[in-house]
């Protein structure tokens, strides 16, 4: 994929290496899995198109806009309010069990 993907802990732009999605500032590589999951959700939205304001409920960013990501209550999927990026359910479990990052200096 051939677009800008940001962190969802903290908003920087991740890096590959050995393609592999990482985030220099928190020193967090993603699993295949997480990775694989917001390359999916990329897929299908398009470029940074807003569609309204970011709720503010979860610390969890988008890696298309930046947005804040927010909980569907349905189907426990995460949807990004400002450019209507989703990811399917179990992506903030496997962030917060699977992936270290360093919060400090936010």
Known sequence: MNRDIFCPFCTNQLVRQNDNLYCEKGDCGFSKVVQNLMEEAL?????????????????YY?????????????????????????????????????????MENL
């Open 43 to 59: 897929s299908k939205v398009d470029l940074l198109k807003p569609i309204d304001s970011i709720l503010e409920k979860f610390n």
């Open 62 to 102: 988008c890696p298309n806009c930046r947005g804040k990501l927010e909980v569907v209550e349905e189907d426990k999927s995460f949807l990004c309010k400002n450019c209507a990026l989703k990811i399917r359910s179990g992506f903030g479990h496997m962030l917060r069990e699977y992936h270290y990052h360093k």
